[in-house]
DNA sequence: ACATAGACTTGGAAGAATGTTG
DNA sequence: CAACATTCTTCCAAGTCTATGT
């Protein structure tokens, strides 16, 4: 208990901004009982989501526009708004949500027509809500703003509490609105209709001595507790699932940071035990017990391959799997020790992968595969999550299947860190960073959609670049014409740019003119409408030429370039300033080129998560210190304020 | 031992905010 | 400065693991 609540300047930090520079450092003390999550507490409460509002925009069903109570207009509503997305095709979501539907439709006092969902039109209501968008999108600046800050003023007091007398930030703090469940994969229960939640469902926890935020008008809480063991500040149940929603504080909390801070330790201790703990299960590989050797096998596939431990799942529920739930129909063993995984794990992700394993392990998986068992059948039958994580935690206090992960991600991140060339430019030292990142990113399987723009992107970015090098190409020729014999003395300064033909060249320019006249015509027009508006002179003839006297300029230029074979020297040229923009050019395409390397590998690659959750901060930090990379580089303003704990380490630190 | 509830972390995607460019 | 692209933030679903009850 020493030290707390004690505080300490911090150095100024311009972008935080903040009013209190007496910040809490929870990280300078050590060993706190972490049972006890505070002993005072004081928060507003839960924000509920307005009440509905109809619009009086009428769906059609067979053709004809139909009337419908709020309740019921609400729901359709709800299926209206999000009829470009791919859930709107989805048969279950369309079988669960108007199954929901009808229900409420039922519990209306007018009769309903709507009987099959096929003959159901919502396009009318969904038009309705793109234009609103639209109008709202168009609104004058002053009152989109206005709007913004009175919504930020309604929000004020619910995003921050007091804990034990200081003021943290709460994460969550509105009450998920009605809805329709937008399950993922192949969930059964996509598409059921989400309720609204009343005070009444919801339960508030909070100091003893603090004031109980009113509920609602004509409300009440469902309950007020003062439980100091969790770290919650409302909770209630779903319909759905049944499953129990929470208010947390957000990441930036002492709470949050505190866990975060301990996860880290946690798999920084397993670097000590996991020489030992590899040799344990190689060697429980053989053993005579099946249940051993199940765990055992298990126990590799998540230190290798950083699978996750995989609880059971009911029928309720996406069929995914994890390690212990593995099916024999995900496993494909090739002779001798080749073995394919092929299965969907956590968010229905497709985690497909072929590896070479250790011959004890490809033999165990043919053992467990055997007859009678079929695809359908578990591999590992003698194992849970449970019986593996007692195991765990008896080789090392608190280590469970998911510490793993956590370890050899930033083991891994670390190791790939230190692979960084010290003489690398800025722009290459951010990709090995961001290649270390995408490493563990391939590693715990985090996968994303290809962005739509990809392709696109990809084209933009290789033209991008040869426009650098036909500047480069053009600077080499005047250096070229102004010393000649530089083609002797220095070769290699003047080589000519390797994937720029002329054709793309003589395109490249007509662009170039292209460009400039359309900049000039659409200047004309602009002064021209405002000349108009104003009930000036129009642009005389004279005015017009000057404005495109530019692009004739440029034109006229390449056309002698190309009769003369020469290219127009730049003003003032000298050997020293053409040799400067070549190199400041060079610089900029090997920066493009970087850039575009980085995107493209990344295209199916999420970094996010593993930065957020599996990569001890303290080794980006270390690393921006030794490298001389400023952290803003690889850390945005959420990161670095999530992680202040980790920002103190020495460029020598260690994972 | 086993089942279920509860509490907390992890995860991708949508939407909002911000930056870039024609 | 509008349209578009990129990055950040929010949202809430879906995991892991512990505690509790039988």
Known sequence: EKGRGKKTKTEANGENGDEDNDEYRWWLEQNRDDSIKWTSLEHHGVLFPPEYEPHGVRMKYNGREIDLEPEAEEVASFFAALLHMDHAKNPVFQE????????????????????????????????????????????????????????????????????????????????????????????????????????????????????????????????????NTVTWLATWKENINGSVKYVFLAANSSLKGQSDFKKFEKARELKKHIHKIRADYTKDLKDRMMQVRQRATAMYLID??????????????????????????????????????????????????????DVSVWKNMKIFKKEPKGPNDPLFDRLTTASLNKHLSSLMAGLTAKVFRTFNASLTFQQELGKTPSLATAAEKVLAYNRANREVAVLCNHQRSVPKQHENQMGRMQDKIKAIKYQRW???????????????????????????????????????????????????????????????????????????????????????????????????????????????????????????????????????????NYLDPRITSAWCRKHGVPLEKMFNATLRDKFRWAMDVDGEWEF
């Open 474 to 612: 053009h600077a080499k020729r005047e250096l070229i014409q102004l010393t000649p014999r530089i083609k002797k003395t220095h070769p290699t300064l003047v080589e000519p740019e390797s994937d720029l033909d002329d054709d793309w060249c003589r395109e490249h320019e007509t662009d170039l003119v292209r460009k400039e006249r359309e900049k000039a015509e659409t200047k004309i027009t602009r002064e021209n409408e405002k000349r108009l508006a104003a009930k000036e002179k129009p642009l005389s003839k004279q005015e017009e030429s000057d404005i495109r006297d530019k692009a004739d300029v440029l034109a006229a230029r390449f056309k002698e370039e190309r009769k003369s074979g020469k290219a127009e020297m730049r003003r003032n040229a000298t050997v020293e300033k053409l040799e400067e923009a070549i190199s400041k050019l060079t610089e900029r395409i090997i920066a493009a080129k970087t850039q575009m390397i980085d995107r493209d590998e990344n295209k199916t690659t999420s970094l996010g998560t593993s930065k957020i």
């Open 96 to 227: 669960n949500f108007f199954r929901d539907f009808q229900e409420v439709l039922a519990r209306c006092k007018k009769p309903t027509p709507i009987k099959e969902f096929a003959k159901c039109d919502f396009t009318p209501i969904h038009e309705y809500f793109e234009r609103e968008r639209e109008r709202k999108k168009n609104l004058p600046k002053e009152e989109r703003l206005a709007l913004k800050a009175e919504k930020l003023a309604a929000e004020e007091k619910y995003s921050y509490c007091m804990l034990d007398g200081r003021r943290e930030k709460v994460g969550n703090f509105r009450v998920e609105p009605p809805a329709l469940f937008r399950g993922r994969g192949a969930h059964p229960k996509t598409g059921c209709l989400k309720k609204r939640v009343m005070p009444e469902q919801v339960t508030i926890n909070i100091g003893k001595d603090a004031t109980v935020p009113p509920p609602p008008a004509g409300h009440q809480w469902g309950g007020v507790i003062h439980d």
């Open 304 to 357: 290798r391959f950083a699978l996750r431990a995989g609880n059971e799942k009911g029928d309720d529920e996406a069929d995914t799997v994890g390690c212990c739930t593995l099916r024999c129909e995900h496993i494909t063993l090739v002779p001798p020790n080749r073995v394919v995984f092929d299965f969907l794990g956590k968010d229905s992700i497709r985690y497909y992968r072929e590896v070479d394993v």
